[in-house]
């Protein structure tokens, strides 16, 4: 099985097959003799059609031949797959046309998920409690029974209960990042998180473009809700676009956090060495979940799964996941 976790090109690599030879001379046998039986197939399903036939063959012959290694591995499957409804969609439909025309019952969806026992039971013990304390622990092997918190939404002290929970963790996170990295995060304001891999389409920039936004409208007399702004995230080695945007965060948060006339209301940190241990502790104390990444390019998300189970409200696009969250939710919990 063949499970596409991106159509970045980045991840749909080809190989130079002059290289290929050289490092692995029997595995390029192989993959040449896996090629001519395919073609062969092709070109009994779809006779005279030699464009489809370039098309769907493991080797680029334009230019510098290269081996698409994508176009092996939907070869070699039984099964393929995206991440999310909308991700597999577009693998169907536009990265692996030619391929889904020629094998139809070959492509399906699978969307990605998170495990809720360890980013809601282990990682908010509190609002496990609370939960549980209001319609029993069956949403701990069933999350489906979640919906049976549905008519606590009209309790008040249900809802304050709540607050209070969420509360609780904004100050048990503004007190780790205190002690780990001298963070001065006010729990009293809105915590607006973007945790996630640094790229260009995952639009950092423009949450900090968001944040510079915010501080012009201070410096202007305007009234903004107090707001802590946290973006984390790791970028490739060689990736100096992502690495100056980690740069840009940093010295937008100098200005910001240095400015007595505004740093009472804004403020702006780069949490560094985003993992999965801190996933845990940034979900639960969320206001506001960033999930806005420019449409059609996110294959599925599970940060934005991680912060919606703990409550939190995204800000994103109509992409990936966010889809399918959406309708999990309902649409006045993600603002578009």
Request: hydrophobic share 45%.
């Amino acid at each position: 099985g063949y499970t596409n976790h991106t159509v970045m090109p980045e991840a749909l690599e080809t190989w130079p097959v002059e290289m290929f030879e050289k490092l692995l001379p029997r595995h390029t046998e192989i993959v040449y003799e896996i090629n001519r039986r395919f073609l062969d197939e092709v070109r009994l399903l779809v006779p005279g059609d030699e464009e489809k036939v370039r098309r769907v063959s493991l080797f680029d012959e334009d230019g510098e031949r290269r081996l698409r290694m994508a176009n092996l591995a939907v070869v070699g499957s039984h099964a393929v797959n995206g991440v999310s409804a909308l991700h597999s969609r577009i693998v169907r439909d536009q990265v692996f046309r030619d391929f889904a025309e020629l094998f139809p019952g070959r492509f399906s969806n699978k969307t990605n998920g998170i495990d809720h026992r360890r980013f809601l039971l282990q990682a908010n013990p509190a609002l496990a409690e609370l939960i549980s304390g209001a319609i029993g622990d069956a949403w701990i092997t069933d999350l489906d029974a979640l919906h049976g918190l549905e008519p606590f939404a009209e309790d008040a002290g249900f809802r304050q209960a709540w607050r209070d929970v969420k509360a609780a963790n904004k100050r048990r996170l503004a007190g780790f990042l205190a002690a780990a990295h001298g963070f001065a995060v006010d729990p009293d304001t809105l915590l607006d998180i973007q945790v996630k891999r640094i790229h260009e389409y995952k639009r950092q920039l423009l949450d900090v473009l968001h944040v510079v936004t915010l501080y012009n409208r201070l410096k202007s007399g305007a009234d903004v809700v107090p707001r802590t702004v946290l973006i984390g995230g790791k970028a490739a080695p060689s990736y100096a676009t992502a690495k100056l945007v980690i740069r840009l965060v940093n010295a937008v948060a100098d200005v910001i956090n240095a400015d007595p006339a505004t740093s009472p209301r804004l403020r702006l940190y780069f949490v560094p060495n985003y993992c999965v241990t801190l996933a845990e502790r940034l979900a639960p104390a969320a206001d506001v979940s960033e999930q806005i990444s420019t449409a059609g390019m996110e294959a599925s998300g599970t940060g934005n799964m991680k912060f919606a189970l703990n409550g939190a409200l995204t800000i994103g696009t109509l992409d990936r996941a966010n889809i399918e969250i959406r309708d999990a939710i309902g649409a006045d919990n993600l603002f578009i």
